[in-house]
């Protein structure tokens, strides 16, 4: 039994084992430099476990056998060929666990399904990133004591995870037996694919090198310190792959132990990994009491931007918290190692790639809350774009080529047995809007100058090659949008407009940041840009590709329904069907604004959300903006909330994997985009408010070109503040404004 508790923390009441693994995705705690799913200090189970940290990525055997039930699956989207090739593929590594902790009572070990739990209560508070567990445990012989647990990753030291667990008998005096350490006995996809090179115990402390050993072959170290109770006598612990030390305590009113774990990759450092964590544990003051104070102030002022506050719907407000909460520890605050999982860093599923959601999804969240993180997201493109333009060459063409599914090299990594990804050319415009978004979100002209305008060069360049002049205009064949249930259209109306508007922003772009094209290669992008092919029916509608239109509004069913891991709720023969997976004309009103005129929103709104079949996470959030929009307010409070509570409520009943990073993004965003109806196309600013009449007031802070700005909107007004930084002119409703100190506009 779990849910939000009087303080809005995310609290569990009842143990239950059937939860452990989804509530080990709730309750990660992580920093963006790694991420460390709630499994027990005392017993990680497999599927449960979970330790990884950002680009730490290894090849691994997946064992995949799906097979084709109907006439969809097989022409459109199995490659049966390509399943009997495909073996290998990238993942991120499920590292070593080194939260262990085990507590003997008694000669007893404590664990939850042992003897009778009488309270118990385990909570993770999104306002400071600690997850907290206090248990009141009888072991079966009436002999009771209460064990709490705590534990985060460092903010305030990326590479620094901390423990604290404190034993307490209530009614007996039995020897007290504490272990502290790692286990190594972990494996991703099934398969042990790390290898201990060395394993020290020394003074209680421990020292672990390890590697993974298939492709990348990439080195990792932890330095495990431990603060037992003093004075007592301590050994060596070795069990089962577990190793660490011991200690056997005296009889007293409690025991304490604090541990801190000091964790480096090849990836952090030049030098040896060896060197590196050592070092950082030589440096680091072991009080625990200091680094949770140090922890959650650099918590707080990073988290403080990106908290929302709901007044009148304290459910709404704490779920919002908490989705804001695990967007924040997903992404890299320091470095572009990597950019942002599907999953975050909460667990294995999609292997921790790099998809377009990361562009369109995540990367709004942190240009209006993190600029300097957002700008990290995209550095992981621009240091991967050599690699791409080798992608475009091998391809035939001109140009850069991102890999759809991205690991660290920028190879493209899709699953080479599903058809659909490799066509989801769309990528190479998601990642020019994001450069596109970060400058007129930023006014960063060094950057774009420096990096942003030859990623979109390059992007361009790929585009020219991939059109094609047929019907005296400039088509875009054979692509798979968004909607990944209707692979091989023509003309994806997501696809075509997103291209035309990198084009039109590039050169516009050039001019502004005077950036040199050839006078040829100039001409040839506006020649492409004029006569792109922008499908809409003269009635405004936007076909979502070439004959959407003409295809049933109704989906027949054929076969089992073998394949539904690939998202789909029904075994449909979706080619023959308007039914589709997720929003892709949508996007381009809402977290694609590309600038459509909107005389026709509604009418596009009304029929693609009845078409729609949400079974991608990707959708709610799309969903809740356009319904804020067009003023549906009680459809906004449904598709708001499944934003917040797609892994909470379990919705497509795949939380243990990892929680849907991109949906959970999409919460602050509803708020911002939706209610508020924020807009940045251009560089210029402008909302266009939604009230809700489920909320009595929402405030937010969002930052633009240098700017602090608190929005508040509720009882009949909305209001901005100038928080930090210079005035800016803006609108609201249309009518201009120059914000200097505070406005505040009544909304009739």
């Not at 056998?65 to 049966?80: Q, S």
């Not at 919002?320 to 667990?347: P, Q, W």
């Not at 407009?497 to 992008?525: H, N, P, T």
Request: with cysteine; proline share 3%; charged share 25%.
């Amino acid at each position: 039994m779990y849910g939000l508790d009087g303080a809005g923390k995310v609290c569990e009441s009842v143990y239950d084992i059937a939860d452990e693994p989804l509530l080990a995705a709730l309750f990660t705690t992580g920093n963006g430099y790694m991420g460390v799913r709630g499994s027990f200090e005392e017993y990680a189970s497999q599927r449960v476990q979970g330790a990884f940290v950002r680009g730490y990525i290894d090849e691994i055997i997946e064992v995949c056998e799906p097979f084709a039930d109907n006439e969809y699956m097989k022409k459109y989207y199995l490659d049966e060929d390509g399943l009997k090739r495909f073996e290998r593929q990238e993942s991120c590594v499920n590292m070593p666990d080194f939260t262990m902790v085990r507590v003997e009572i008694g000669g007893k070990t404590f664990f939850p399904w042992e003897g009778e739990i009488k309270e118990w209560s385990r909570t993770l508070d999104p306002a400071s990133a600690v997850l907290h567990r206090k248990v009141l445990w009888d072991d079966g012989d009436g002999n009771v004591t209460e064990l709490t647990f705590e534990r985060f990753a460092s903010f305030a030291c990326d590479n620094l995870f901390c423990q604290r667990v404190v034993v307490k008998p209530v009614n007996h005096s039995l020897p007290v037996r504490i272990v502290s350490g790692a286990d190594t006995a972990v494996k991703t996809g099934g398969q042990f694919i790390t290898a201990v090179s060395e394993e020290v115990e020394k003074d209680g402390d421990v020292f672990i090198e390890f590697a993974a050993v298939n492709k990348y072959k990439y080195k990792a170290a932890y330095a495990v310190k431990n603060v037992f109770p003093a004075g007592e006598s301590q050994q060596t612990y070795r069990e089962c792959g577990r190793v660490g030390a011991a200690v056997l305590c005296s009889p007293a009113k409690s025991y304490v132990l604090e541990k801190f774990v000091f964790i480096g990759t090849e990836r952090d450092t030049d030098g040896a990994v060896r060197e590196f964590v050592n070092a950082l544990a030589r440096k680091t003051e072991l009080d625990y009491a200091e680094q949770k104070r140090l922890h959650i102030g650099a918590y707080a002022e990073y988290f403080k931007p990106m908290d929302v506050k709901i007044e009148g719907d304290a459910e709404a407000d704490g779920w919002l918290r908490f989705a804001s909460y695990h967007t924040a520890i997903s992404a890299c605050r320091r470095d572009s190692v990597h950019g942002v999982a599907a999953k975050g860093l909460t667990g294995e599923r999609y292997n921790q790639f790099v998809w377009w959601d990361c562009e369109i999804h995540q990367l709004p969240y942190f240009l209006l809350t993190a600029p300097e993180t957002a700008k990290n997201l995209l550095m992981y493109r621009v240091e991967r774009l050599k690699q791409s333009k080798e992608n475009a060459r091998q391809a035939g063409c001109k140009g850069a080529k991102y890999a759809f599914c991205s690991s660290v090299t920028g190879e493209e990594r899709v699953w080479g047995y599903v058809r659909h990804p490799f066509m989801q050319e769309h990528i190479n415009s998601d990642i020019p809007m994001g450069m596109i978004n970060y400058y007129d979100c930023t006014a960063d002209a060094e950057f774009m100058q420096k990096h942003g305008m030859e990623v979109m060069r390059e992007c361009v360049l790929y585009w020219l090659c991939r059109v094609t002049y047929k019907n005296d205009r400039y088509e875009i064949l054979r692509v798979t949008g968004t909607d990944e249930h209707h692979p091989y259209v023509d003309n994806d109306a997501y696809t075509n407009y997103c291209v035309q508007y990198v084009f039109s922003r590039f050169l516009s772009l050039c001019d502004e940041l005077d950036y040199k094209v050839e006078k040829a290669e100039k001409a040839e992008i506006e020649k492409v840009r004029d006569k792109l092919y922008l499908p809409v029916t003269d009635g405004g509608m936007i076909p979502q590709f070439d004959g959407y239109f003409d295809l049933s509004r109704g989906l027949k069913e054929s076969g089992k329904g073998t394949l539904k891991q690939f998202q789909m709720k029904k075994s449909g023969l979706y080619h023959l069907s308007q039914v589709i997976k997720q929003p892709d004309v949508m996007l381009l009103y809402t977290l694609a604004d590309v600038g459509l005129d909107r005389s026709h929103y509604a009418e596009n709104w009304d029929y693609y959300e009845r078409m729609c079949e949400t079974s991608s996470s990707l959708t709610f959030p799309v969903h809740a903006i356009a319904s804020a929009h067009n003023r549906r307010m009680l459809s906004f409070y449904n598709y708001f909330m499944d934003t917040l509570k797609i892994d909470v409520d379990d919705i497509h009943g795949v939380g243990w994997q990892g929680v849907h990073s991109g949906c959970l993004a999409g919460g602050y965003l509803s708020v911002v985009y939706g209610l508020f109806g924020m807009r940045t196309a251009g560089g210029k600013l402008g909302f266009l408010p939604n009230p809700s009449p489920d909320f009595e007031k929402v405030s937010a802070t969002v930052k633009f070109k240098g700017r602090e700005i608190s929005v508040r909107m509720g009882g009949g007004e909305f209001s901005l503040k100038l928080v930090s930084g210079k005035s800016i002119k803006l609108t609201v409703r249309g009518r201009e404004f120059e914000l200097t100190d505070s406005i505040k506009v009544k909304l009739g």
